[in-house]
């Protein structure tokens, strides 16, 4: 089975714009989760997933958001970027209700300038 | 507030040595724990996991960890350590019920040859 993937993989944006980032779990995996990692703050968690409903949240402002579409692919949207937003987005999906265990993908390392 | 600690950033050990990954939680009720491990440019890898039962868990690579609940505690271990295990380590915690996950700030393993 392929892995988790993540598009696209870099990505450099400025300040006030928008991005989306996509992830595609593995083949079955329904819960899809995402994460911030920084090196100040480690990884924190954003939302996750299960059959295109949220189903968890972090805490983040609203202008982190995100959505999943009825094959289980993940987007991930952040609007109005502030520097601070710089970080390795990683994804990661779930291969069945109550493993717990994640597969995460390689990640999209946004930068903000 | 929930919190993971990893009280260590870097841990160096010389291999064919044991080695310890210290992880300890303040969390309410009884949590799932977890390791995982990233490679360099590369997503979070699962290692291990304790959901209930044995407090010894064995995981992937030949890395097991102690689930203290007196201590909330819940230590990596490895009886002889190898060059390749040279990686970040984090802990997690997650709770019956839900997909939320915490994770600690990380530790950095050194093995040394």
Known sequence: ?113 | AQSVAQPEDQVKVAEGNPLTVKCTYSVSGNPYLFWYVQYPNRGLQFLLKYITGDNLVKGSYGFEAEFNKSQTSFHLKKPSALVSDSALYFCAVSFPGTYKYIFGTGTRLKVLA
């Open chain 1, 1 to 113: 089975k392929a892995g988790v993937t993540q598009t696209p993989r870099y990505l450099i944006k400025t300040r006030g714009q928008q991005v989306t980032l996509s992830c595609s779990p593995i083949s079955g995996h329904r819960s899809v989760s995402w994460y911030q990692q920084t090196p100040g703050q480690g990884l924190q968690f954003l939302f996750e997933y299960f059959s295109e409903t949220q189903r968890n949240k972090g805490n983040f402002p609203g202008r982190f958001s995100g959505r999943q579409f009825s094959n289980s692919r993940s987007e991930m949207n952040v609007s109005t970027l502030e520097l601070g937003d710089s970080a390795l987005y990683l994804c990661a999906s779930m291969a069945r209700e109550g493993s717990y265990e994640q597969y995460f993908g390689p990640g999209t390392r946004l930068t903000v300038t």
